[in-house]
């Protein structure tokens, strides 16, 4: 079966811009995390959004949002950019029914911003 | 506030032998933990999980181990193979639909 596919894989954007990241899940699952990789910060998450509803939401700035369509495609929009948002951008699918593990993720979204 | 702790950034290890990465957390609600291994320009995959009803897990080449009481899993990889050579996340959860909680990884460097 297909993996998770994020769409583009590498963005240069400049300080101020908006930008719009894609992520398709594995069919049939309802859920999709998404999660911003720095170097020497980890994995920190945004926010989870589950059958178009937002249910999980992590420490970020309102600039950061998102949101998922009926087909379990699911956006993120960061406006108003800035040079500490260049990070890679990562999103994971799941069935969203509370199962432990489960989580594939896409290879991400590189964003540079200058 | 780090909720899950990997306190080595790097390690390095010859092939052959055993690597160990270590993994703190603070909170005492997760019950599910995972390890995630990371190649560049790729996404993090899963590689193991324990719940913490137990305290030992095996798959292979790879264990985890925890310690409830000391708040504290470990990684174990025998033997090292050069193409273990990745970023290891550790990271937590609780049970439900919550989050997964990661640490900052560890660079493991499998020498040959």
């Known amino acids: 079966k297909a993996g998770v596919t994020q769409t583009p894989r590498y963005l240069i954007k400049t300080r101020g811009q908006q930008v719009t990241l894609s992520c398709s899940p594995i069919s049939g699952h309802r859920s999709v995390s998404w999660y911003q990789q720095t170097p020497g910060q980890g994995l920190q998450f945004l926010f989870e959004?589950?059958?178009?509803?937002?249910?999980n939401k992590g420490n970020f700035p309102g600039r950061f949002s998102g949101r998922q369509f009926s087909n379990s495609r699911s956006e993120m929009n960061v406006s108003t950019l800035e040079l500490g948002d260049s990070a890679l951008y990562l999103c994971a699918s799941s069935l969203g029914t509370g199962e432990t593990g489960g989580y594939t993720f896409g290879s991400g979204t590189r964003l540079t911003v200058v | 506030d780090q909720q899950v702790k990997q306190n080595s950034p790097s390690l390095s290890v010859q092939e052959g032998r055993i690597s160990i990465l270590n993994c703190d957390y603070t909170n005492s609600m997760f019950d599910y933990f995972l390890w995630y291994k990371k190649y560049p320009a790729e996404g993090p995959t899963f590689l193991i999980s324990?719940?913490?009803?137990?305290d030992k897990n095996e798959d292979g080449r790879f264990t985890v181990f925890l310690n409830k009481s000391a708040k504290h899993l470990s990684l174990h990889i025998v033997p090292s193979q050069p193409g273990d050579s990745a970023v290891y996340f550790c990271a937590a959860k609780i049970s439900g639909n919550t989050p997964l909680v990661f640490g900052k990884g560890t660079r493991l460097s499998v020498i040959a």
């Open positions: 959004y589950f059958s178009e509803t937002q249910r």
């Open positions: 324990i719940s913490s009803i137990k």
